[in-house]
């Protein structure tokens, strides 16, 4: 399973239609830097928006360039609304060399797109497909819109939550039905309007999905999405995703994209130190403790959470905590 990092696409709603210049290579360069491999970026409401009323900070012509030096780092492209298409655009985004364009469309909407979808392919690009507010059809009904998909030639299928309102129950019976369904990748997005997010995640999970959307510090659309971090905890802890640096995820958030985001306004629902203390099972009431320790021996107060965590998560020892400090000190 693989972890699709939308921050510089969904998470942009946060600031209007898209991410400055700065932002978007701060992002970029954090994300590429500690493995993430899938990335969708642009102008929030898609290619071809800013044509159309929805102008942001940075044109798509622009943002081809910013990408430049990602491309070799990781799968870079853009969101496709299908309703935006123009088949210059889709040109634009190939000559730009764009890994692929995402093409989204409302659940039951697929055959209306054709063209689209023809036009993705014929550029050389792969063809993921966003299945819109999928809640449309029953699970029966989106499998066999998957199918339709897959055999027009799409590359890979999205089911989005757009509205936030799946449970995780759901969630399995719709990711269940599309896995047994098609043969390609099947992707869920997975919005946090019930707070439900990560519940949903580690459903689709546990149901075989095979990438899950997600934009750092929870940042999307309305209520948020699955935050990338969280996103990248929960693979972990089953194995998956491996290719994700997640204390240098972490760190990275810490350092450059919360203090570049407090200046927006924004701040996220669950800090990093806050989700080391879920992934690790460790109390918030050794924190203090761990803190001075890691300082005293330089480490990584994150990465000595976890390691003290693995041997004593009811009450971990100061003489404990420095014996394992001295450890990662020494394994520097």
Request: net charge negative; glycine share 8%.
């Amino acid at each position: 399973m693989k972890i699709m990092d939308c921050t510089l696409r969904d998470g942009a709603n946060v600031l209007g239609n898209g991410f400055s210049e700065d932002l978007t290579v701060l992002i970029l360069n954090g994300l590429t830097e500690n493995g993430v491999s899938v990335i969708e970026y642009g102008n929030a409401k898609g290619l071809g928006a800013e044509t159309l009323g929805f102008e942001g900070p940075v044109s798509d012509a622009r943002y081809f360039e910013l990408a430049q030096p990602y491309l070799d780092k990781a799968e870079v492209g853009m969101f496709l609304n299908a309703k935006r298409y123009k088949k210059e655009n889709v040109e634009h985004a190939a000559k730009a060399g764009l890994a692929f364009l995402r093409v989204g469309a409302d659940a039951g909407d697929a055959e209306k797109y054709t063209e689209v979808i023809r036009t993705v392919k014929d550029n050389g690009l792969k063809c993921r497909y966003s299945l819109m507010k999928a809640y449309l059809l029953n699970p029966e009904e989106l499998a066999e819109e998957a199918l339709k998909l897959q055999n027009m030639g799409v590359d890979e299928v999205t089911i989005m939550d757009s509205a936030g309102c799946m449970l995780p129950d759901e969630v399995k019976e719709y990711v269940k039905a599309l896995k047994n369904k098609v043969s390609i990748p099947v992707g869920f997005h997975c919005h946090n309007n019930l707070g439900m997010s990560a519940a949903n995640a580690q459903a689709a999970m546990e149901s075989g999905v095979d990438l899950l959307d997600c934009g750092l510090l929870g940042m999307a659309r309305s209520a948020g999405n699955l935050a990338t971090e969280v996103a990248a905890a929960l693979a972990h802890k089953v194995g998956e995703a491996k290719e994700v640096n997640f204390y240098g995820l972490l760190n990275y958030l810490e350092k450059e994209l919360i203090p570049a985001m407090e200046k927006h306004g924004y701040e996220p629902d669950i800090t990093p130190l806050e989700l080391i203390l879920g992934y690790s099972g460790c109390h918030s009431s050794f924190v203090k403790k761990f803190k001075a320790v890691a300082a005293e021996y330089g480490v990584d107060v994150k990465e000595l959470i976890v390691e003290v965590s693995k041997i004593d998560r009811k009450s971990p020892s100061e003489e404990l905590m420095k014996k394992i400090a001295e450890t990662l000190k020494e394994a520097k």
